[in-house]
């Protein structure tokens, strides 16, 4: 009788543990508007998490505004030392900290890790007189003003993309007329309207309407040509750039080393989980998967990599 109900206990023990695990809870902000990239990351992030039995319970909270960092500064003020809350972000972030020369940086969050990559897509409605992305090239090279490209958040991947391809080109960065927009389908109306020149963002915010033939895919800014994509590469168009968005997730100010420890093998779980690498291959989004002292190293040489950037393209002073 006693090692039943002992084994009844055990079994009871694991099954509450079980439970516990399945309620447990974050909430995630989206520090951007929905439909865009952060938003896209942080619902499949939600929904991943809870078919895999990461957690019971995940909220996405969108906070948009200022590139990312208007959300990154109502998490850091509100959210400290709370294990449940996170954050995703990446490059569109660090540029626009430095670009608005916040108060506050990346500094001031648990880096916990880079999740994925997405390379740069250069387009123009289908009704563009540039064909080829030398049609581009050439009428920025006449008139760098007269050629307006759409994108996200001043400073951001699409900007900094924008002033690369420029200086690659031979035309002042600083003479590019970039139209920033807070979301991806503002950017995308302006260009599906024809009310820009070109557009740059994740091939991913433009994919669908490639597809239908409403936009025209003129380059990628990857080092290689991408299987199933249909274009070249700036680099092999002659202009020696090559830029990848990158997306990562972040926790509260003034966790513990062991709340981190458990929020990073959490994160880890959903990244592994056949969820997460379903969304991947349906997202075209590339696995970049580094956490630990690594990311922590890699996000600090991005920093300062995209600095130096910024400052060529003149968005940030000496």
Same mark, same amino acid.
């Given at each position: 009788?006693? &090692? ?10 694991? @099954? $509450? *543990? ?15 508007? #929905? ?5 896209? *990351?942080?619902? *499949?992030?939600? @929904? ?5 039995? /990461?957690?019971?319970?995940?909220? %996405?909270?969108? %906070? ?27 490059? %569109? ?9 916040? !108060? ?5 969050? @648990? #880096?916990?890790?880079?999740? @994925? ?7 123009? !409605? ?12 050439? $009428?920025? &090279?006449?008139? !760098?003003?007269? /050629? ?19 200086? $690659? ?6 003479? %590019? ?11 995308? $109306? ?5 009310? /820009? ?23 990628? =800014?990857?080092?290689? !040509? ?6 070249? =590469? ?18 509260? #100010?003034?966790? *513990? ?14 990244? &592994? ?42 968005? /940030?002073?000496?």
């Amino acid at each position: 009788m006693l &090692k039943r109900l002992l084994g009844a206990a055990l079994i009871a023990g694991i @099954t $509450a *543990t079980g439970a516990l695990a399945q309620t447990e809870s974050y909430t995630i902000i989206a520090p951007a508007a #929905p439909g865009g990239g952060w938003d896209q *990351t942080a619902r *499949t992030m939600q @929904t991943a998490m809870q078919e895999a039995g /990461v957690a019971g319970n995940v909220q %996405v909270v969108n %906070v948009p505004g200022a590139g990312g960092t208007i959300g990154l500064a109502q998490f850091i003020s509100q959210s400290s030392g709370d294990p449940s809350a996170l954050i995703v972000g990446g490059y %569109v972030m660090v540029g626009a900290i430095l670009t608005n020369n916040a !108060p506050y940086s990346l500094d001031d969050v @648990t #880096p916990i890790a880079r999740l @994925t990559g997405e390379y740069e897509a250069i387009v123009v !409605p289908a009704a563009s007189p540039f064909q080829t992305i030398d049609d581009l090239v050439a $009428a920025m &090279k006449a008139d !760098p003003g007269a /050629v307006a490209i759409a994108g996200g958040s001043a400073g951001g991947t699409d900007h900094i993309a924008a002033g690369l391809l420029a200086e $690659a080109a031979g035309v002042d960065p600083k003479q %590019v007329n970039y139209i920033a927009f807070s979301g991806g389908g503002e950017a995308l $109306a302006a260009i599906l309207g024809q009310q /820009v020149a070109a557009g740059i963002s994740g091939y991913g915010e433009f994919e669908s309407q490639i597809a239908s033939g409403t936009l025209r895919l003129l380059a990628m =800014t990857s080092e290689e !040509p991408i299987e199933g994509i249909d274009a070249p =590469t700036l680099k092999s168009s002659g202009l020696d750039v090559v830029i990848q968005n990158w997306r990562m997730v972040a926790a509260a #100010p003034g966790i *513990t080393d062991e709340q981190k420890a458990q929020i990073t093998a959490d994160i880890e779980k959903m990244v &592994k989980s056949e969820q997460w690498q379903e969304a991947l291959e349906r997202n075209g989004w590339e696995d970049t998967y580094l956490s630990g002292d690594a990311f922590t190293a890699q996000l600090a040489e991005d920093v300062e990599t995209t600095r130096a950037i910024l400052k060529t393209i003149g968005l /940030v002073q000496e």
